[in-house]
């Protein structure tokens, strides 16, 4: 992830971030659209997400869950103001999108897929997260606000509306809450120091639900980063092909396409 030196309007943000970022260098990490990561060289190093109202709010709380399982960074503070806003203590090392992992692409597909497999492994008795009642709900809402983007993989831009929307609600009884999920399970999302786990980040849509939902992002990422499909069969073999159902895959797949 480059890191781009930038200046903030201080007053836009609470007093209590203020603290951290006044006479600190301050340097812009978002990915998306949708939030506003800030890096700020302070102590140890901090991260800032900023967001619309609401939207960091479980974020926050998986973040400490997954921190006490020692999967993710410690939580400074979670607060909700005319934006949201989380602070974060820097992780170690880079997430996957850094060159040097992409430079190795096998042992990169092998250290995601084997990563995915022992999250998948965690005890998830105390999360108390429902991803799939959830997960279900935005297929729901998208499909009613005529949500929709199929241009996700080969096979579901061959899809259309009603007919991915048949394949989610014909199979959503199929989805199980049966291992603890990353939920957003792509490569800038999974932190590594020298190839070695550091943490896993932004996980909002974490909780406990169907590995499949993970399954799907994992192999997605690996060719919109790496730019080619060839390491898809080795990810499923490194996870372990008996724990992966492919007409499950096809239906999460068709279920994206509302997410
Ligand atoms: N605590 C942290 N330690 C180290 N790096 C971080 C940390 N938090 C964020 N980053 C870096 O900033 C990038 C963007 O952060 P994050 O993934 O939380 O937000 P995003 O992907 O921009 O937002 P969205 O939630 O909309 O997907 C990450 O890919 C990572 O490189
Ligand atoms: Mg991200």
Request: charged share 35%.
């Amino acid at each position: 992830m480059k890191r781009t030196a930038v200046s903030v309007k201080i007053e836009d943000y609470p007093i209590w971030v203020q603290e951290f970022i006044k006479d600190s260098k301050v340097y812009d990490s978002s990915c998306s659209k949708e939030a506003r990561v800030i890096f700020i060289e302070k102590d140890e190093g901090y991260y800032l997400k900023s967001a619309p109202k609401g939207s960091l709010e479980a974020e926050g709380r998986l973040t400490e869950y997954f921190h006490k399982k020692g999967l993710a960074t410690e939580v400074i503070g979670y607060m909700s103001e005319d934006k949201d806003f989380l602070l974060t203590k820097k992780v170690h090392g880079e997430d996957c999108t850094y060159q040097k992992y992409l430079d190795d692409p096998k042992r990169l597909c092998d250290t995601t897929a084997t990563l995915l497999r022992e999250l998948h492994e965690v005890d998830f008795s105390d999360c108390g997260v429902d991803r799939v009642k959830s997960y279900i709900e935005t297929v729901e809402n998208s499909y009613r606000k005529r949500h929709f983007d199929n241009d996700l993989t080969d096979e579901t831009r061959l899809l259309e509306r009603e007919e991915a929307y048949r394949i989610a609600m014909e199979n959503k009884h199929l989805l199980k809450n049966e291992v603890l999920l990353h939920g957003d399970y792509c490569l800038p999302n999974i932190m590594l120091d020298n190839w070695k786990f550091s943490a896993f980040i932004d996980l909002g849509n974490g909780g406990v639900g169907d590995r499949h939902i993970d399954l799907f992002w994992g192999a997605w990422t690996l060719k919109f980063n790496l730019g080619t499909d060839v390491y898809r069969d080795r990810f499923f073999d490194v996870y372990g092909r008996d724990k992966v159902d492919f007409d499950k895959l096809r239906i999460v797949a068709a279920m994206e396409c509302f997410g």
